[in-house]
């Protein structure tokens, strides 16, 4: 699992999370039995989310979602998560999850809150329920960072998102999974959950297509119950989310709402 984390990070620091492909919307059809599955999953309204009581928690040291109470429901859950919104796909990601009754936390880089766009993309994304993560200003690597930079990469981003939507970031996940004292402690002092994954693999390129991805994901080793899944906010990622959404349903597991998390 370390090894597995460790390639990751290196990983993401070769390819730096960042992707130059361009929007490509093709609304997938999804099945009527997926949907009808997904209603009996999810079946509050935005307020009752909200005052919902704690369910699960996020592990500090695994980053995996651990079950609060006693669930009757012994059905695995997972975590879906996209990075480096709201680039070019992240609202096409939303439509498609919307669709398919599924949550999701969306990790907001401020440097695409610059744009018109992507701020409307991030009002709609929020408006569809979603909740939204802090991912830092420009994706830097925070050991790299003073103090006082690190808090302008975090505080700069919950301030830009907190504008546009009313509401402050909930989680926080740091680029590269590269987190600080200093951010540890800030994060804490803001209220937020801090956050890596489990697992992911959109950001290799063995897996950008829609077929392998969806294959990948739903064949991990490291697919279990609590499942924290890493993704981006990518053209191959938002044209295989219908098939991992309806795919993890049919192994069984379901899609949480990050809302029934657990925060300070
Ligand atoms: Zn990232």
Not at 55 to 73: C, G, H, M, S
Not at 99 to 109: E, M, P
């Amino acid at each position: 699992m370390y090894k597995a984390a460790a390639a990751v990070i290196w990983m993401c620091l070769l390819v730096g999370c960042q992707s130059t492909e361009k929007t490509q919307t093709n609304k997938q059809p999804h099945s009527q039995a997926a949907v009808n599955h997904a209603k009996q999953e999810n079946t509050h309204t935005k307020e009752e989310k909200q005052k919902a009581e704690p369910r699960y928690y996020i592990n500090p040291k695994t980053f995996a979602v651990e079950k609060l109470d006693d669930q009757k429901d012994k059905k695995p859950i997972a975590l879906l998560t996209i990075d480096d919104a709201p680039d070019q796909h992240a609202a096409e990601i939303a439509d498609k999850l919307h669709d398919l009754h599924a949550s999701a936390i969306f990790f907001v880089n401020g440097q695409f809150l610059k744009k018109d766009e992507n701020k409307k993309a991030l009002q709609h994304i929020h408006e569809l329920g979603f909740m939204i993560g802090n991912h830092t200003m420009t994706h830097q690597n925070l050991k790299d960072l003073s103090e006082q930079k690190q808090r302008e990469e975090i505080i700069g981003v919950n301030k830009a998102v907190e504008k546009i939507t009313g509401e402050k970031p909930a989680f926080f996940r740091a680029p590269f999974g590269s987190n600080t004292d200093y951010s540890d402690k800030l994060i804490k002092q803001e209220g937020m959950v801090k956050m890596n994954w489990t697992f992911g693999y959109d950001w290799d390129q063995k897996y950008q297509s829609k077929k392998a991805l969806t294959d990948i994901t739903l064949s991990s080793p490291y697919l279990r119950d609590g499942a924290n899944i890493l993704m981006h906010d990518r053209k191959w990622t938002a044209e295989a989310m219908p098939d991992i959404v309806k795919g993890l349903r049919t192994k069984g597991y379901t899609v949480i709402d990050p809302r029934a998390i657990k925060r300070p």
